[in-house]
């Protein structure tokens, strides 16, 4: 019972109206329904509206999960919107080797990342805008997330959205993820 | 065993109360939306809309009217809901009273918040601890699950007919109103086992006529308020035995009135009430790791109040810390002044330390909670202590 498990701490960075805290959302479940893990989800509990500077949390472990506080130490960060760098501190308290996965066209050069970091960048807005047809890229960060790391697997990934979203919407979100999830483990 | 396996979902605590209603065949619910309670109205609006429920949704013009039309149910033998938060929950004070002394059986889920002003709809307890002396049993919860049990169980104390008393489960605003996690649903087989039929002492009948809203005077009113305590002391026990069958029926079990956690051999214990229990928990295990007899008292019931549990769990202890989520002001914290006078009279009492945090959503990380409990390590033996801000 004391025994510390490897508590993963995911933040999520967008602006209000981009999805993040759903993503958050689809995150966990995926962890939690079909990996046999323990996840938590929640927003950052302060006002929002739309293209505010928002947060969102996911905690994924292999053990019930009973802290309550919020994230401080992230270990892996996703950034919607690259034009929040320097606009909010993106990698505050980010552990050693944080995963940070941005949506740009920039190149790391251009952003601000300290080093020490695992940065991954794709253009999942225009994936989003291809695949899906309007640049929400929740989905499409989340298909990336598990191309560039072992956190949750595609197949989970990909039932998650399903159950999220409406039939309507959620093949072309699927294929969006799966499409990121190609790019980044390919590229 | 009866039913089939339960089915698990990963959803917030609301929803998971919203489930819990639904189960529990509620059949009317009347209910005023406010932040953070109002998913839980809008998920069972949903199950009543596509036919999962069946039950009437009266949408009301305030909470006042909420918890009367609930009574108004009660009256027709129904099973009743509603849910509120904050200023819809001080908005019902005067109805509290009313149900609980004309013996409504009523259940309700108060997700914590603030109060104003200063206007914050974010979560501490100050509203819910407020309505502490309006008659309501009070129970709190730390997870989605144990809120959706819960809700369960409170059907069970408050029909049950040595009780007869309205219960609030209280479950903490957005760390977990608005957090999901893995909750089990129960199957619905099982919960009707649990949880039969409302049996109704009175309801409203033109064959069988009853006066109902009743007036007293001196004595009379005097012995009506005594068997409203009586029964709320019998609580103590009802509560216990509902969450032992619960436990055979489902598995899940709570601890009664108040979960000890970690305190053989404690020097020192913190005692809150809520979903910071949680975090709480991962804390002591790493003081524990590292040699400090540090242990936690989970506070379920605040009303009926486990005074002769906590008197028999901290017989031994040196000091504790209570971290209330509410302050009465111009004194400390509730909990911390009623577990004073559960050890008075105790041959060798710990000394308590009151600390007052995570007050209009003020995060509370593990450092403060490591933080009251080398305070009250180091405190000596019976030194006074005040009401401690820790969120400044």
């Known amino acids: ?187 | 065993m009866p039913g089939k396996a339960p089915v698990k979902k990963y959803i917030t605590a609301n929803e998971a109360v919203a489930h819990a209603a639904r189960l529990a065949r509620v059949e009317v619910i009347a209910a005023y939306p406010i932040t953070p309670q109002t998913s839980i109205v809008e998920k069972l609006a949903s199950f009543i809309a596509s036919g999962e429920m069946d039950a009437d949704f009266i949408k009301v013009e305030s909470e006042h009217s909420a918890l009367t039309a609930c009574m108004g149910a009660r009256m027709a033998g129904v099973r009743a809901f509603t849910s509120t938060s904050s200023q819809g929950l001080e908005y019902m004070h005067e109805m509290l009273a009313y149900s609980s002394g004309g013996r409504y059986p009523l259940v309700m889920a108060n997700v914590c918040r603030s109060v104003a002003l200063p206007w914050s709809i974010w979560g501490d307890q100050q509203d819910a601890i407020q309505q502490r002396d309006t008659g309501w049993i009070q129970l709190f919860t730390e997870t989605a699950q144990e809120a959706l049990d819960m809700v369960l169980q409170a059907y069970r104390i408050a029909e049950d007919h040595r009780i007869l008393l309205p219960v609030m489960i209280c479950l903490d605003g957005f760390i977990q109103s608005h957090t999901e996690e893995l909750v089990e649903i129960p199957d619905q087989e099982s919960v009707d086992a649990f949880l039969p039929p409302y049996d109704p002492v009175v309801t409203l009948d033109v064959d069988d006529p009853h006066s109902i809203s009743v007036g007293g005077f001196g004595k009379h009113y005097a012995a009506w308020r005594k068997e409203q305590q009586e029964a709320a002391e019998r609580a103590k026990e009802v509560i216990v035995e509902v969450g032992d069958e619960f436990a055979r029926i489902f598995g899940r079990h709570y601890g009664g009135l108040i979960e000890a956690y970690r305190i053989e051999g404690a020097q020192a214990v913190l005692l809150t009430m809520g979903a910071l229990v949680g975090t709480a928990r991962e804390v002591v295990d790493e003081m524990r790791a590292e040699g400090k007899a540090v242990g936690l008292i989970k506070v379920r019931a605040f009303r009926p109040f486990p005074a002769e549990e906590l008197r028999q769990a901290l017989s031994q202890v040196k000091a504790a810390a209570v971290l209330d989520r509410d302050c009465s002001y111009g004194y400390e914290g509730a909990l911390a002044t009623d577990l004073k006078a559960a050890l008075y009279g105790l041959a060798n009492p710990p000394a308590v330390l009151g600390f007052i945090g995570g007050l209009g959503g003020a995060d509370v990380p593990p450092e403060r909670m490591r933080y009251m409990l080398e305070r009250a390590l180091s405190v000596k033996k019976g030194a006074p202590s005040s009401a401690e801000f820790i969120d400044l």
Not at chain 1, 5 to 26: D, K, M, T, Y
Not at chain 1, 51 to 66: E, H, L, M, S, W
Not at chain 1, 112 to 127: E, K, M, T
């Open chain 1, 1 to 187: 019972m004391t025994q510390k498990a490897r508590l993963e701490e995911v933040r999520w960075h967008g602006r209000g109206g981009q999805g993040a805290v759903l993503g958050a959302s689809i995150l966990g479940s995926a962890a939690a329904l079909y990996e046999g893990k323990y996840a938590v989800s929640f927003p950052s509990f302060g006002a929002e509206r739309r293209g505010a500077p928002v947060q969102a949390f996911t905690r994924i472990a292999d053990q019930v999960i009973r802290t309550r506080s919020q994230i401080y130490h992230p270990t892996r960060i996703i950034v919607l919107d690259d034009t929040l760098f320097g606009v909010v501190d993106i990698t505050d308290g980010a552990q050693a080797g944080a995963t940070v996965l941005v949506n740009t066209r920039r190149s790391i050069s251009e952003l601000d990342i300290p080093a020490g970091l695992n940065v991954v960048l794709l253009d999942a807005s225009a994936i989003a805008q291809e695949i899906i047809g309007v640049g929400i890229v929740n989905t499409t960060m989340l298909g990336a997330l598990a191309g560039a790391t072992n956190l949750v697997g595609l197949d989970a990934i990909k039932k998650a959205i399903a159950d999220a979203l409406p039939e309507k919407i959620a093949g072309r979100n699927i294929a969006a993820a799966e499409a990121a999830y190609w790019e980044v483990k390919g590229g």
